[in-house]
């Protein structure tokens, strides 16, 4: 028996081999949308085909067709419809309304409405920049809570600031508060089984977001939730780039590397948006469904007084029909008609917007790249790198902060548009990440951040053309091989 398949194992490895090759090659075909990544993957296959197979299974696989969950949170489909149409009406008012406030933001909005179904609505927004401010207004609200609190967070690290806040939830829950949270099972992989239980027993309702059991082959590690949600009773949402940990608080440590972050304090009608995506996930990874009532969406549609901020909340993820977060960047970039400033501590650009920020700069435009000097991956930075000639070239100012790690995620355009969330502008939030971020209509909240932006130029150095096309030969060869690898960074 052995000696007959010692002797056949060649012919059926080659068979093997082969159907494991045609399989794949028709699986690119059907699910990738990209002409040169078909044909990139399909080499990789020729090329290494078991190797190739792995790797297009475990980085490459399209889950915009291929859907991980109902995003759906009302499954009375006439209903929802209802809800929809309704939100999509009152949202036209309020753009006629403020038509000369948002002057220039139209398509945006419009754009919006219809691929994301994210209403525009008025609300009251505070800028939060770094971790004090963050964790300052954060522990307050938390602190306040009457009826539940909603947590979703790629990074939770268990340290002296999760401690803390672990602390205050266990202490909610225990006085009646109900309290759910999500985290993501990669990027919180320093939240110890240990805790979690002990958050579980003091009644805190906590579970990982699409669970990872086998890390060495798991695509699901591709998937990341890198959304950063908390909502209070409803009524007060948080979202940006600052995750749970120690490092995103400046104490004045000189042996600590400074962390320049940015986060938005909503409170209106957009929470209710936060609160739709929380719930989605929620259903998705929670032992449970919630039922939708007044209790999770209490913010009528309606002007209050103070609350004269215009948002709408936009979120991204793999199994989303679109790349919603990726057509609000370039539209914003594309539509704007003085100025673009963008803050990312990740800048690897798909064509799209790397010819949208080229366009603009071609145009006239003031475009400006806040882009970090200090970094925490090597090879993301040499990968973004290779971006920088053509963009200088073009006309767009380069900037490398210099202070510590800039890791905000923002966009400032013209003098009545403000973008803050958890999206990088990079292809992995554009396609593989689950991101949110609220899109902002203020000219207050713009102002903030322009002044923000132009504080943070000051600990920045601008990268000149002429010296930049001076770099060694080699330099570039590396900084385009680390782009080759982009899509799986």
């Not at 790349?323 to 064509?351: C, D, H, K, Q, W």
Request: contains cysteine; charged residues 25%.
């Amino acid at each position: 028996m052995w000696q007959l398949i010692i002797h056949h194992f060649p012919s059926v490895s080659l068979v093997f081999i082969i159907l494991l090759s045609v399989f794949t090659i028709i699986r690119i075909i059907r699910d990738t949308n990209n002409s040169a990544k078909t044909l990139a993957y399909i080499l990789l296959v020729f090329l290494v085909p078991v190797g190739g197979a792995l790797i297009y299974f475990t980085f490459g696989v399209n889950y915009r067709r291929r859907k991980i969950f109902s995003k759906k949170v009302i499954s009375n489909e006439v209903l929802f419809g209802k809800i929809e149409e309704r939100l999509s009406e009152l949202s036209m008012e309020v753009l006629q309304e403020e038509h000369d406030n948002i002057a220039g933001q139209e398509d945006l909005i419009r754009l919006l409405l219809k691929d994301s179904k994210a209403p525009l609505s008025y609300n009251k927004v505070k800028l939060l920049l770094n971790g004090e401010q963050k964790f300052e207004a954060v522990f307050r609200a938390i602190a306040e809570a009457e009826h539940y609190v909603h947590l979703e967070y790629y990074i939770f690290d268990e340290d002296e600031i999760g401690s803390r806040m672990i602390d205050l939830l266990m202490e909610k829950a225990r006085a009646g508060v109900t309290v759910r949270f999500i985290y993501d099972d990669f990027g919180s992989h320093n939240l110890s089984k240990g805790t979690v239980r002990r958050m579980r027993e003091a009644g805190v309702q906590i579970y990982p977001f699409y669970e990872v059991k086998f890390w060495l082959l798991a695509n699901r590690l591709n998937y990341r939730d890198h959304r950063k949600i908390l909502i209070v009773d409803g009524l007060t949402g948080f979202t940006g780039g600052i995750n749970v940990s120690d490092k995103y608080i400046n104490d004045g440590d000189p042996e600590k590397l400074y962390w320049r972050d940015t986060h938005v304090m909503i409170q209106g009608p957009a929470v209710n948006s936060l609160q739709y995506h929380f719930i989605a996930n929620w259903n998705f990874c929670a032992e449970e469904t919630l039922e939708i009532g007044r209790q999770f969406f209490p913010n009528l549609f309606e002007h209050k007084e103070g609350h004269d901020d215009l948002v709408q909340i936009v979120a991204g993820g793999p199994d989303y029909p679109t790349s919603g977060i990726m057509l609000s960047f370039f539209t914003a970039i594309v539509t704007a008609r003085e100025s673009i400033y963008i803050t990312s501590p990740y800048f690897i650009p798909n064509e799209s917007i790397y010819d949208a920020l080229k366009k603009a700069a071609l145009s006239g435009k003031d475009v400006r790249l806040l882009l970090p000097g200090i970094s925490d991956s090597r090879l993301v930075n040499a990968a973004a790198r290779s971006y920088f000639s053509d963009l200088l070239q073009c006309g767009v100012r380069i900037y490398l902060y210099q202070k510590g790690f800039v890791h905000a995620k923002t966009m400032v355009a013209d003098e009545n548009l403000s973008i803050v969330g958890t999206a990088n502008m990079d292809a992995r939030s554009f396609d593989m990440n689950f991101e949110i971020n609220a899109v902002v209509y203020s000219k207050e909240i713009c102002s903030a951040l322009r002044d923000a932006f132009l504080n943070d130029i000051n600990y920045s150095i601008e990268l000149s053309p002429s010296q930049w096309e001076k770099r060694a030969w080699w330099r570039e060869l590396l900084d385009d091989v680390a782009r080759l690898l982009s899509p799986v960074l």
